[in-house]
């Protein structure tokens, strides 16, 4: 079933040339069914290719989904086109008052900057607070799922001494879980993050449920008992070619990365990388919809968050 976008959005075009079905307002309008009500912040500055990335993983769904996306008002990134973000974006002020069967909140190149000293901080604690009552349930992603793990539960990220990246084996621990349906007992997943988080600090939280992680790449995917949080640092919704742009960019920079680990053929950046995550991808995201929004939130909208 496909999902719906504003009109005009550049995701259209992409996402329909790889034959997922898109829905325009105009014709979402004259459909008689309850749509699922999903919001994504997006954080990171490349917003149009995050945006096409997450709505390529949200498109194969039981039911029509009305995606909003998200900016920050306190903070105004200056390497994206304003106009796509007058156009696309809206502001917490205009959804504060709604309620959203679904959220995700991306991850941000953040990861050496204090929490308490990012730009939007405070902004993003106050939306963290507010998808308490009014979000069924929240998908926190990579950066966004260790600011989120700090500011619920006050676990601290450590740091590596060089950035993790490239694509690694992860083991499913709730091999019963319905988020895990259809997956193999080992996924491959891309990993791009200099922080981590340990599997004593996640074990120490009675809240929280471990539910896959990585020989190398460590605690992978954490939920809350009530299944109304998830915690993702891997991105499984990557393209093929996102690890290789993050690291000729790294390159340009003067920063001399390792090469991503199990990425380029013979560790060859001149070789195309081969995809071997896509699968376990969409099932990440398929799942988390399907079982975690859609079979679980209520049908009247509003009743969100009420107990």
């Known amino acids: 079933m496909p999902i719906k976008i504003q009109d005009s959005l550049p995701a259209q075009a992409i996402l329909e040339n790889e034959n997922i079905f898109v829905m325009t307002e105009f014709r979402a309008m004259h459909q008689d069914i309850r749509p699922l009500n999903v919001l994504i912040l997006n954080l990171m500055p490349t917003k149009e290719v995050t945006e096409t990335q997450l709505l390529r993983k949200l498109s194969n769904s039981p039911l029509q989904v009305n995606i909003e996306l998200l900016q920050t008002a306190s903070y105004t990134p200056t390497h994206v086109d304003s106009t796509h973000l007058a156009s696309f974006y809206t502001t917490f002020d205009k959804v504060k008052d709604r309620k959203f069967d679904g959220m995700i909140i991306t991850g941000a190149p953040l990861e050496r900057?204090?929490?308490?000293?990012?730009?939007?901080?405070?902004?993003?604690?106050?939306?963290?607070?507010w998808t308490e009552t009014h979000v069924h349930c929240t998908?926190?992603?990579?950066?966004?799922?260790?600011?989120?793990?700090?500011?619920?539960y006050g676990i601290?990220?450590?740091?590596?001494?060089e950035k993790l990246s490239g694509i690694y084996s992860h083991r499913v621990i709730k091999p019963t879980s319905?988020?895990?349906?259809?997956?193999?007992?080992?996924?491959?997943?891309?990993?791009?993050?200099e922080i981590y988080v340990t599997h004593e600090q996640i074990a120490n939280i009675d809240e929280l449920e471990l539910m896959a992680d990585s020989d190398e790449a460590g605690v992978t995917i954490v939920k809350t008992q009530d299944s109304r949080k998830f915690f993702v640092t891997c991105h499984a919704e990557y393209d093929a070619d996102t690890l290789a742009n993050e690291y000729k960019r790294d390159l340009e920079k003067g920063i001399e990365p390792q090469i991503p680990k199990n990425y380029f053929p013979d560790d060859d950046p001149t070789k195309p990388p081969i995809v071997k995550w896509r699968s376990a991808g969409q099932l990440l995201y398929t799942n988390w919809l399907n079982y975690y929004v859609y079979q679980s939130t209520p049908y009247e909208i509003n009743s969100i968050g009420s107990k």
């Not at 900057?113 to 607070?129: G, H, S």
């Open 139 to 152: 998908y926190y992603l990579c950066w966004g799922a260790y600011a989120a793990l700090y500011y619920f």
């Open 156 to 161: 601290r990220n450590k740091f590596y001494d």
């Open 113 to 129: 900057v204090n929490y308490e000293d990012v730009a939007y901080w405070d902004e993003l604690c106050a939306i963290m607070k």
């Open 178 to 193: 319905p988020l895990f349906r259809g997956f193999d007992d080992i996924f491959y997943a891309p990993q791009s993050r």
